[in-house]
């Protein structure tokens, strides 16, 4: 099922664990520094382990999660999931952004067309709200 490995570089994980569809995806966010190990940024060789904590920032979505396996290899979502364990005051500031991003509309998808002189005033006075 799983590999009995000891360290595999971040990209790689990051990768084998479904957060990026593909390893140059997972190199460019840690680039950007939108993954963070024990609270520090990392380069892509940079090896994970057992134990590790690991912040992941992508897009709206914000992770914090303990590494508990490693592999190489990228398996089907189910096996994947085990391979971290999300803490609890991670899984909760998910959904409720989720449920916040769920009410929301833009004000700008009302307009079709190249805004009005009318309409920019509008969306003026909600951005200083």
């Known amino acids: ?10 990209d790689k994980w990051l990768w084998a664990a ?6 140059a995806q ?5 680039e950007a520094g939108r993954i963070h190990l024990e609270g520090e940024r990392v380069k892509p060789a940079r090896v994970v382990k057992a134990g590790d904590r690991l ?3 992508r ?14 290899t990228r398996r089907s979502a189910p096996l994947a999931r085990l391979l971290f364990e999300e803490t609890p005051e991670s899984m909760l500031a998910r959904q409720t952004a989720a ?9 700008s998808q009302a307009i079709k ?17």
Request: charged letters at 40%.
């Open 1 to 10: 099922m799983l590999e009995n490995l000891s360290v595999v570089r971040i």
């Open 18 to 23: 479904r957060f990026f569809k593909s390893r």
């Open 26 to 30: 997972a190199v460019v966010a840690i």
């Open 55 to 57: 912040l992941i920032q």
């Open 59 to 72: 897009e709206q979505e914000r992770f914090e999660l303990f590494v508990r396996f490693v592999t190489e």
């Open 99 to 107: 449920e916040r991003r769920k009410y929301f509309t833009e004000p």
């Open 113 to 129: 067309a190249r805004p009005t002189k009318r309409d920019r005033r509008e969306l003026e006075k909600w951005r200083e709200v």
